[in-house]
Nanobody, 129 residues
């Protein structure tokens, strides 16, 4: 019913920029809230950014540590959500996941992975020093 497919990952040097894309297909009408998470080896999946959390479909929120370097955006004509990442460091190395269909209710946190119903397969980002 819903498919999320990430693309754009790769191997880059520290300081470089990279843009990830998430293609949404299926029941796009339930994907108002879309988020990016990442998971580094041996670590838990962590929140990166969300778009469409409030009544404003363009509203964005970011993990505090990533503000100013990462930008989430969406193109409703193409049914895609993107993540622009600048000034990458080796600490940004992780598998990046696109998530959609928030099911956490009115009190749920947008930064909690369990509150999203659909996930992509992930795209690897590796930043070399």
């Amino acid at each position: 019913q819903v498919q999320l497919v990430e693309s754009g990952g790769g191997l880059v040097q520290a300081g470089a920029s990279l843009t990830l894309s998430c293609a949404i297909s299926g029941r796009t009408e339930i994907m108002n809230t879309m988020a990016w998470f990442r998971q580094a080896p041996g670590k838990e999946r962590e929140f990166v950014a969300v778009i469409g959390w409030t009544w404003n479909p363009s509203s964005t929120y970011y993990a505090d540590s990533l503000k100013g370097r990462f930008t989430i955006s969406r193109d409703n004509t193409k049914n895609t959500v993107s993540l622009q990442m600048n000034s990458l460091t080796p600490e940004d190395t992780a598998v990046y996941y696109c998530a959609g269909h928030f099911v956490g209710g009115s009190a749920g946190s947008y930064s909690l992975a369990a509150n999203y119903n659909f996930w992509g397969q992930g795209t690897q980002v590796t930043v070399s020093s």
